[in-house]
């Protein structure tokens, strides 16, 4: 298994933490960008209607559409993940990164050609200048980071928010058709059922094909 494969557990994000602010612009972009790109697959893999190991090996393979942060940019805007502006967020720290990766010259994020693509990252939480390795971090440097933890935090929230809708609807559907079933036609008990599994397939993902019958 490819290490940039690996689903980070929780006891490598101190680890993480301390490189990012603790190194040099360049192994910062390169770190931080990393981490994007692994938590940006696993949030698309969450909404895939196959996921299966098997199939996710595949499209982390050669040419795969989780083969390349590019790819997985924009598979995960045409599956409506996420809107424009994370799109643009995201390929704009991608070209950053590129950029650190492939300059054979010194530059850091005081560089112009970085400090203004950095500048382009839109709806970026401050950073909290309350800690003394952040406040001591370039502006541009720190607005990239501040960039890349709130997409992280998102990819791992969003799910959670989307699960806890489902659930929702699905006691909505359910809970009153119970209270109710003397009084609605079958019909209507019906379609409640089907809007409910329907629901229930969102949540784990699966195609089911369970007929209400009740």
Known sequence: MKLSNRELEESDLEGLTKEVLHTSDRTAAIVLTA???RELEQWIVTVLPRNDPKTIKKLQGRDGALSSFYGKIHLGFALGV???????????????????????????????????????LKSVP?????????AALSEPRRRFTSACA?????????????????????????????????????PEIEDRFKRAITALQRLVGGKSQVTPNP
């Open 150 to 186: 709130a997409l992280v935090v998102r990819s791992r929230l969003e799910p959670v928010r989307e699960a806890l809708e489902l659930f929702r609807d699905i006691h909505d559907v359910i809970y009153p058709a119970t209270e109710e079933f003397k009084t609605l036609p079958t």
């Open 82 to 120: 996420y809107d424009e502006v994370t799109r643009d967020n995201l390929d704009i720290i991608r070209g950053v990164r590129n950029e650190f990766a492939h300059a054979a010259q010194p530059i850091s994020f005081e560089t112009d050609e970085i400090s203004s693509e950095v500048a382009k």
């Open 126 to 134: 401050r950073g909290d200048s309350s800690c003394p390795e952040v």
């Open 35 to 37: 981490w994007v790109e």
